[in-house]
């Protein structure tokens, strides 16, 4: 039989645990998921998303806000299509005040109103994963991450366009939003994908994150992380993107 000391013990490293990890132990987590259907007419990488591909890419929205506390939440839409070469990633993210300073790669993105993929390309390997995260003037930085470890990379082939609709670093008028497509070459990817580009039907995991600027952070997430403050690097949290050979302009036939 447990006594109070024992029941009260627990309680207290049961509070503790949830508080540290950040997750409500109530809830039951649901990896979202997305298709990635092919690009079939050409992608030109402007920060206009004028193709007919993009018209008809799914979108991505409902943004998580896990560590909001004040402040407007500010949506995010996002795509993806991929051809034999790249994976292509584009998002609209409305914004009141846009921030972007950055121009050189590897500079200090993240101070900037700026965008991220985080890419683990084997499924089987959940914790071999990258990441790419970039500002409206297409300055990107790169990491890659294995076993929690930092290891040295850099991207090659990275094409990365913005667009705005705004007054970049002047918070005293108000922003509508800034857009951005880039296309990321498979290349990288194929010391730990099981195949690139990839078959029909593969699956990977990935996760889409927004962050950043001088006036109110946004700190939000396609898929919602689980810790007590803000971090994105948590691949168990990552969604699932499953890769089809449908053109995306035929989609609606499947």
Known sequence: ??????????????????????????????????????ADTPIVINGMLDEEAWKSAPEIKGFQFPWWKSGKKESSIAKLLWDDQYLYVAHVCKDSWITARCK????????????????????????????I???VLGAYVDGHRAQKKKHAWDASGVRVAGNYVGTLNDDTNVDQKWIVEVAIPFKNFEDVATQTPPRSGYQ?????????GDTNLQ?????????????FHTPHRFGRVTFSKVPVTKRDAE
């Open 1 to 38: 039989m447990m006594r109070w000391t024992d029941i009260t013990v627990f309680l207290i490293l049961f509070f503790v645990v949830s508080d540290v990890s950040g997750a409500d132990p109530t809830e039951e987590f649901k990896r979202p998921e997305y298709v990635i259907y092919r």
């Open 104 to 131: 050189e790669h590897d500079g200090p993105v993240s101070r900037d109103d700026c965008f991220e993929v985080m890419i683990a390309p084997n499924i089987k390997k959940p914790t071999n994963y990258f990441n």
């Open 133 to 135: 995260e970039w500002n």
């Open 204 to 212: 990977w995991n990935l996760n889409l994150n927004r962050h950043g």
């Open 219 to 231: 700190y939000s997430s396609w898929s919602k992380a689980d810790t007590p403050a803000p971090a």
